[in-house]
């Protein structure tokens, strides 16, 4: 009585999309620091609501900085995580097998070398020989390599130290180091409370990118959730690039900084999700080889090893 039906059930079977036979994870765990954008879309509720509806629960693990983060992303404690640009470079050294999903815009402004108000440094030339506070193997550490280099500096002509930002923050009150390299919203604060003086932000250096990462694992076994997580952070980014002052008092009460220190941030922080593409990889590609080429990083890292399997040609 099917033998009619045969040829018919075979189209629609093989009509069906991958996402439709595709199987979903009973839980999502999301990886956040008070401060990024995770941290925004947890407050929201939207991602939580929307996987609700489907059966999926959210758990969100907090965690201190992006290294910290990215090896939680490696031992499987959670699946998903936003860093800057450093973090995903050394955790490939160190051989956690990741996935780049997205990233977001280009944001230089809202990391910098700043110094005392009265400072006698004027120009990325003047910290030769002087103490820079900054964390190790961070974004910042990358802003400063380059600066220096392009100020016909090297690494070894400046004395690192390595402190964690609330260290820092300490360190350059005190006047324990002659200038702070450091990122939003510590940028903002330092600049708000302290009258810190920009020498240089990253623009015409560096590109300073949020990346968007998964374990590689979990994309490739639930590459719909995976998508459907950097839809959401792209709707949650034109919500939150509108709606700055809301975005501000979220992130104010995530973090206990300031309102009008997140509304100094945001105003220089485009938010955004955007499909990874060569330039980008390039851009990561370079600063994977600066940190190899100062000796901060042990090994020689192939950036394009962590591409997703939906963005291979």
Do not use: C
Not at 69 to 89: C, F, H, K, Q, R
Request: proline share 6%; aromatic share 8%.
């Amino acid at each position: 009585m099917f033998k009619g039906s045969r040829p018919a059930l075979l189209v629609l079977f093989l009509g069906l999309s991958a996402s439709t036979l595709a199987k979903a994870p009973e839980t999502v765990n999301i990886g956040y620091q008070k401060a990024n954008i995770f941290a925004l879309l947890k407050y929201r509720g939207s991602l939580d609501a929307s996987f609700k509806k489907q059966g999926i629960a959210v758990r969100w693990v907090e965690f201190p900085a992006g290294p910290q983060m990215l090896e939680g992303l490696n031992v499987g404690s959670i699946d998903l995580a936003a860093t800057g640009d450093a973090p995903p470079a050394f955790a490939q050294a160190a051989k956690a097998d990741l996935v780049y999903l997205a990233h977001s815009p280009a944001n230089p402004k809202t990391e910098a070398i700043v110094v005392p108000e009265n400072s006698a440094i004027r120009s990325v030339a003047d910290l030769k020989g002087k103490r820079v506070g900054l964390n190790k193997g961070s974004d910042v550490n990358y802003l400063l390599v380059v600066a220096l280099e392009k100020a016909g500096l090297s690494y070894k002509d400046i004395t690192p130290v390595y402190l964690t930002p609330a260290d820092a923050r300490a360190a350059f009150q005190q006047g324990a180091i002659d200038a702070w390299v450091i990122w939003d919203p510590y940028l903002a604060e330092v600049e708000t409370n302290a009258k810190a003086r920009q020498v240089s932000n990253a623009e015409g250096l560096v590109p300073h990118y949020t990346f968007y990462l998964a374990s590689r694992k979990f994309a490739e076994n639930y590459p719909d959730t995976a998508k459907q997580v950097v839809d959401e952070l792209g709707t949650l980014s034109d919500w939150a690039n509108g709606h700055q002052d809301d975005a501000a008092e979220i992130l104010s009460t995530s973090t206990g900084l300031d309102k009008a220190i997140w509304q100094k941030t945001l105003a220089r922080l485009p938010y955004g999700a955007e499909r990874m593409t060569p330039t980008v990889y390039n851009e990561q590609q370079a600063l994977a080889d600066t940190f190899t080429r100062v000796g901060l990083l042990p090994v020689k890292v192939d950036v394009r090893s962590a591409t997703w399997s939906l963005d291979k040609p």
